[in-house]
């Protein structure tokens, strides 16, 4: 009696997939760059058709477009014989913008056509390395006649417009997760022009996830657009660069106040993260008591005061964490007292009694570097601290892990 039909679905993929590996014939070339993937439409067409159908959605689940080139052919690909409906996330992640007008670049209509010809599509990715503030109005209409989407993000140096912005959430309805950039409320600065209409607020019934990546773009001023939205089911927020994003403190900073007012009491996890070119929020404490039914905060220890008490949070992330821990180990006297202090000063916060729920606390500096070094001689009031602290945790029932959930051992 055959086993297969005991095995998990995940297991029976690999199984079809390296059993029918050989007929399969596409085309990886290194001639524009490392990973660039090109397609040879009439040698797949021609070497598809005997592969299972669970080995074709196995190898066109995930699509990546790193070419420019590839787009055309790939769009021709992916419409022969209903290939397409095995496509479940599409990332765009050209090395460069595509070319000609902003309204229609070169390739959207390409772009359109692959959308188009994945009607179970879930997830649209844009990582492009440069791009004007707009969507061409081509791969727009495809995005929007997409009921199947539940994800679109901006996770490069393109972003999309307000408008464009709107036009989406309001055509998708089941959109769950959304990642934004460009957000800044801070493009007015003439205040002698009469103020903008107060727009009617979008209605975004099934966003749980927010990402919002604020940076000093001009003109773009999507994070006004949330701010008023009706998001009744947002409970996870990701803050990236937040700080001095279009360099008028004061104005950001009240729009994110203002954010939080309204926002604040449905998160249940709050991720600010700072970047290559802007710190982290502001009075993040004041943004923090807004938001009462928090489960799980992450946050950069260098950028930021301790926290305030939160009698509901199981798991707090913690960044930045290791350059307080290198001046106390590499600087003597003073300099290496205070940066121990400094970071004492957070964790105490965590396990002294202002966060009675908490169980687990993740040190998340392992994610720039791919892992902590071997561990280094440090100076004895270093590691005594370290040990301290971890006996603290143990006797408290609190784990401490780092960004792979894997326990760390001070």
């Not at 009469?194 to 999507?222: C, F, H, Q, W, Y």
């Not at 001689?377 to 792979?404: A, H, W």
């Amino acid at each position: 009696m055959s086993v297969a039909p005991r095995l998990p679905e995940e297991i029976l993929r690999h199984v079809f997939y390296f059993a029918t590996l050989t007929p399969f014939r596409v085309h990886k070339l290194r001639t524009r760059g490392p990973g660039t993937w090109t397609f040879n439409p009439p040698t797949a067409q021609r070497n598809f058709t005997p592969v299972p159908l669970i080995s074709q959605e196995y190898l066109l689940e995930n699509i990546t477009l790193k070419s420019v080139e590839s787009v055309d052919s790939f769009a021709d690909f992916i419409s022969h014989e209903r290939l397409g409906r095995w496509v479940r996330t599409l990332k765009i992640a050209f090395a460069t913008q595509w070319t000609s007008s902003a309204v229609r670049p070169a390739h959207a209509t390409g772009v359109a056509r692959i959308i188009a010809s994945c009607p179970r599509l879930i997830t649209y990715e844009v990582a492009l390395l440069s791009g004007a503030g707009g969507v061409s109005s081509d791969v727009l209409a495809a995005l929007t006649a997409h009921e199947s989407l539940r994800s679109i993000g901006w996770t490069g140096e393109a972003y999309p417009s307000t408008a464009d912005v709107r036009t989406l959430v309001e055509a998708l309805p089941n959109l769950d997760t959304l990642h934004l950039r460009g957000c800044n409320p801070g493009t007015r600065t003439d205040r002698s022009l009469p103020a903008p209409p107060t727009p009617v607020p979008a209605n975004m019934p099934s966003l749980k996830s927010l990402t919002l990546r604020l940076a000093e773009i001009r003109g773009a001023d999507t994070l006004p657009l949330l701010t008023t939205a009706n998001l009744p089911s947002l409970t996870h927020l990701t803050l990236i660069g937040t700080f001095h994003f279009g360099g008028n403190v004061a104005m950001n900073t009240a729009a994110l106040r203002q954010f939080f007012e309204i926002h604040g009491s449905q998160f249940e996890s709050l991720d600010i993260r700072d970047d290559e070119r802007f710190a982290p929020a502001g009075p993040l404490v004041e943004f923090l008591e807004k938001c009462t039914k928090l489960k799980e905060i992450v946050y950069p220890v260098s950028w930021t005061a301790p926290l305030c008490p939160m009698d509901k949070v199981e798991t707090v992330g913690l960044r930045t964490v290791a350059p307080d821990l290198l001046a106390a180990s590499l600087e003597g006297g003073q300099a290496g007292r205070v940066a121990l202090e400094y970071l004492d000063a957070h964790l105490e916060m965590l396990i002294g009694g202002s966060f009675p729920k908490l169980r687990t606390i993740r040190f998340l500096d392992d994610e720039m570097v791919g892992g902590y070094s071997p561990p280094q001689p440090i100076p004895p009031q270093v590691e005594n601290y370290l040990t301290t602290f971890s006996q603290r945790c143990s006797k408290l029932n609190i784990k401490t892990v780092d960004s792979r959930g894997t326990p760390i051992s001070f």
